[in-house]
């Protein structure tokens, strides 16, 4: 499986930004996509996930209200929409494939940086 985030930019604090993920190679209507962040000098952290045959979408408490995670089943693609973004969003975004409960397939990563 192949990953490719794009969508990351500059934004102002209170703006909104929506990241895009599409997926390549073999998936399955059973897996599911989700969403990490990583800030600088910090630990990976959930962001978001979502399921191909939309089972349930789920999300990090610090996104919870905020954050949207949806997907395009037709077009392979995972999205995420930002808003009311803070500063302390700023971090690299991945998008990541699952499958037998695990994370096994990474983007690249997209940044986000929120100015205050």
């Known amino acids: 499986v192949q990953l490719q985030a794009s969508g990351g930019g500059l934004v102002q604090a209170g703006g909104s930004l929506r990241l895009s993920c599409v997926a390549s190679?073999?998936?399955?209507?059973?897996?599911?996509m989700g969403w990490f962040r990583q800030a600088p000098g910090k630990e990976r952290e959930f962001v978001a996930e979502?399921?191909?045959?939309?089972?349930?979408?789920y999300y990090g408490e610090s996104v919870k209200g905020r954050f949207t995670i949806s997907k395009d089943n037709a077009k392979i693609s995972v999205y995420l929409q930002m808003s009311s973004l803070k500063p302390e969003d700023t971090a690299v975004y991945y998008c990541?494939?699952?499958?037998?409960?695990?994370?096994?397939?990474w983007g690249q990563g997209t940044l986000v940086t929120v100015s205050s």
């Open positions: 979502i399921a191909w045959n939309g089972a349930g979408a």
């Open positions: 190679g073999c998936t399955s209507w059973s897996h599911i």
């Open positions: 990541a494939h699952k499958a037998a409960g695990r994370y096994d397939y």
